[in-house]
């Protein structure tokens, strides 16, 4: 846990956020923001900070990936599609650095992303 992260008090019910999956290792919960009908995000409740650290942390990065595709089945989307990601730093345009992985859904997505 990281005491000023945003994402560490939604695993602590500090604050609110619309949980949809929760077990041991993960949280699930809707996007503030959503881009999609379906916009959900992936958290391990361990604080790392991006996908960076699952070089050392391959197996939370496998239930994260996992618990996203059985709530795409669950919601019903797995079959018409959807999109995964991991921003990443700068670049990748990350900016809560408690790692998640977007779940998106519902919609065509367009690609390249911009
Ligand atoms: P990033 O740009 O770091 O990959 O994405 C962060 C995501 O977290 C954004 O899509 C933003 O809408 C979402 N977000 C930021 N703060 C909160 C919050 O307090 N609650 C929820 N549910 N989502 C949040
Ligand atoms: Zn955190």
Partial sequence: MSANCIFCKIIK??????????????????????????HFLVIPKQHLETVNDLQTNSEIGGKVISTAAKIAEKFGFSESGYRTIFNC??????????LHLHLLGGRKLNWPPG
């Fill in 89 to 98: 730093n700068k670049d990748g345009g990350q900016e809560v650095f408690h």
């Fill in 13 to 38: 019910k500090e604050i609110p956020a619309e949980i949809i999956f929760e077990d041991e290792n993960v949280l699930a919960f809707k996007d503030l923001n959503p881009q999609a009908p379906f």
